[in-house]
């Protein structure tokens, strides 16, 4: 990697950890709360593509993991990982790794649109697929009743779509950071 390759990576962890600073919102009857940390996965594999988001996301696991207090709340930690939102946070670098994935593909058509389809299906479904399961055997709940109390953050993750998605296709008109394939 060259040296912008690693300062990229390193300042996508970076707002993850600013993402952090936001307080954690717990929903009633929830077992996860609402943070704004999955915008940040969107933003990297949006922005930086495949390998570099994933490697940026990766870092960040990687500051949970040992224990830094980079999660809302001030959590961090294998505690952490070990409950019912660890399979959300296992997953933030997956999730980068198909946005990015699929917007190097998509390069030469992305829009806003393409942007939406892309950053949702990343930033929750691929999320929810792992960190639901993940709760149920944490939490010690049917999978059932951890999809049914996952479903109220459906609208918040919507409006980080759409947030993530505004700026990817900013950057890509202003400033491509993924090069182009053709």
Sequence with gaps: MRSRDLAQVALFAAI??????FPLIQLPGAFAPFTSQTLGVILAGAILGARRGALAILLFDVLV??????????????SVIMGPTGGFILAYPLGALVIG????????????????????????????????PWMAVAAH????KAFTTSLVF??????????GSLAAVAVRRAYPLIPSRA
């Design 16 to 21: 993850m950890v600013v993402l952090g600073f």
């Design 65 to 78: 993991l040992v224990g830094l207090p980079v999660l809302p709340g001030g959590r961090g930690g294998l």
């Design 101 to 132: 994935f699929l917007t190097e593909k998509l390069w030469q058509r992305y829009n806003l649109a393409i942007a939406l389809v892309i950053n949702f299906l990343g930033g929750a479904i691929v999320l929810y697929a792992i960190g639901i």
């Design 141 to 144: 709940i049917s999978l059932a």
């Design 154 to 163: 459906i609208p918040g993750d919507i409006v980080k779509t759409v947030i």
